[in-house]
């Protein structure tokens, strides 16, 4: 059964990709009619207009056009999601939130500068730190819930989007922060009772019951394993499999919830080759990259998307996906793993990674370059014999 599905584009759309560079999430537009992709170093967020054909085997897809934006207020742009077709929400990890009007779509992929219509700054009011992944919600005909990883913060914050103000913000709190280390993706299931969060140093993916108790001092309710660095997550349409692209490795995993949902710790049921070495290797510049980053599934639940800096799209039939992960079982056997101990590990985990990312902060500073030579004669002067 293939799994992956080979797209077509003219040229100026094909150019358009190879200019991406590094690249971050990607999303479907309610309409299933575009697709937003983060171009981080370039500062752009490139739309595709994309036509998803539905046939009597695979589905067939079709990149057609697109628009290419700039705005002084995109700085690292890391998340995207649309409110609407014409309507995109942009978070960038050097800057605020904003929220653009779309102009349409054209064969040669033309360049816009647009100006923010709403614009959310990065300060205590609003609890945004180096704002990365992003999700949206919509809970009322004018209101939309909005959630953020923040990757300097550490949390995971709600916000209220008021779509009849122009998209101004209503409301902020810190939902997530305990066990937050990083986190680099977030997604809600589609009947809003779970929501995953990808937790980037201690290597998983964090499950909490979306209750009215839910708050910043929460534990997780369920851990998935096996991943190097974790990014993108997305729910299938049913909410019992759960999707993680792997940017420390060429791999798509693919987790199945158990008996009790998506409570406990678990492995992936499937994973999922979706590049080759040769293009995992070129991406490599550290252990954190080289794998795919961005992941959504269309709003026909069909196909699947990933993106990566030397593999910008890449799709995948998840009717295939799926059947795959149906044979790998689910969680429902006996002997269940730990939770308590899974929390443990992590926390040594985080406190590990924590020092260190310290530690090479100190030995960057400038004071510390500055006294190198005096720690070098004092450590001469120690390795002297009495």
């Known amino acids: 059964m293939s799994l992956e599905l080979h797209y077509v584009a003219p040229p100026s759309?094909?150019?358009?990709?190879?200019?991406?560079?590094?690249?971050?999430?990607?999303?479907?537009?309610?309409?299933?009619?575009?697709?937003?992709?983060?171009?981080?170093?370039?500062?752009?967020?490139?739309?595709?207009?994309?036509?998803?054909?539905?046939?009597?085997?695979?589905?067939?897809?079709?990149?057609?056009?697109?628009?290419?934006?700039?705005?002084?207020?995109?700085?690292?742009?890391?998340?995207?999601?649309?409110?609407?077709?014409?309507?995109?929400?942009?978070?960038s990890r050097g800057r605020d939130v904003a929220l653009f009007t779309l102009p349409p779509g054209k064969t040669g992929v033309p360049?816009?500068?647009?100006?923010?219509?709403?614009?959310?700054?990065?300060?205590?009011?609003?609890?945004?730190?180096?704002?990365?992944?992003?999700?949206?919600?919509?809970?009322?005909?004018?209101?939309?819930?909005?959630l953020i990883c923040n990757n300097d913060?550490?949390?995971?914050?709600?916000?209220?989007?008021?779509?009849?103000?122009?998209?101004?913000?209503?409301?902020?709190?810190?939902?997530?922060?305990?066990?937050?280390?990083?986190?680099?993706g977030v997604s809600v299931s589609p009947n809003r009772r779970w929501i995953a969060v990808s937790n980037h140093r201690t290597h998983n993916v964090l499950l909490y019951e979306n209750s009215s108790a839910l708050n910043a001092d929460a534990e997780p309710d369920g851990i998935l394993r096996r991943l190097y660095y974790p990014h993108g997550v997305r729910f299938s349409a049913d909410g019992r499999h759960l999707f993680v692209a792997d940017a420390g490795a060429p791999y798509l995993n693919v987790y199945a919830q158990g008996c009790d949902e998506w409570r406990g710790v678990r492995d992936p049921v499937a994973r999922v080759r979706v590049m080759a070495d040769a293009v995992f290797e070129r991406g490599r510049h550290n252990p954190e990259e080289g794998g795919p980053k961005g992941l959504d599934i269309d709003r026909s639940s069909s196909v699947l998307v990933v993106t990566s800096e030397c593999q910008?799209?890449?799709?995948?039939?998840?009717p295939a996906l799926l059947h795959l992960a149906l044979a790998g079982g689910s969680a429902c056997e006996p002997g269940a793993l730990d939770l308590s101990h899974e929390l443990s590990l992590m926390e040594e985990i985080r406190r590990m990674a924590e020092s260190a990312t310290e530690a090479h902060a100190m030995q960057s500073s400038l004071s510390w370059r500055l006294t190198a030579p005096l720690r070098r004669v004092r450590s001469a002067f120690r390795r002297r014999p009495g």
């Not at 752009?44 to 057609?64: N, T």
């Not at 550490?154 to 997530?176: K, N, P």
């Not at 910008?312 to 998840?318: E, G, T």
């Open 153 to 184: 913060g550490h949390t995971v914050t709600r916000h209220l989007l008021d779509r009849g103000a122009g998209g101004a913000l209503r409301h902020s709190e810190i939902l997530l922060q305990k066990c937050l280390s990083v986190p680099d």
């Open 111 to 146: 360049s816009h500068e647009v100006i923010p219509i709403a614009q959310w700054p990065a300060d205590r009011t609003s609890f945004l730190d180096a704002p990365g992944s992003v999700m949206a919600t919509r809970i009322a005909d004018d209101a939309c819930e909005v």
């Open 312 to 318: 910008p799209l890449a799709f995948f039939d998840v």
């Open 13 to 91: 759309v094909t150019d358009a990709l190879g200019r991406l560079g590094r690249t971050e999430d990607v999303r479907f537009s309610p309409g299933n009619r575009r697709l937003a992709v983060a171009s981080f170093h370039r500062n752009r967020v490139v739309v595709f207009d994309i036509d998803i054909a539905a046939s009597a085997g695979a589905p067939r897809v079709a990149l057609i056009g697109g628009v290419e934006l700039s705005s002084p207020a995109l700085q690292w742009p890391h998340g995207v999601e649309f409110i609407d077709d014409e309507t995109l929400l942009v978070t």
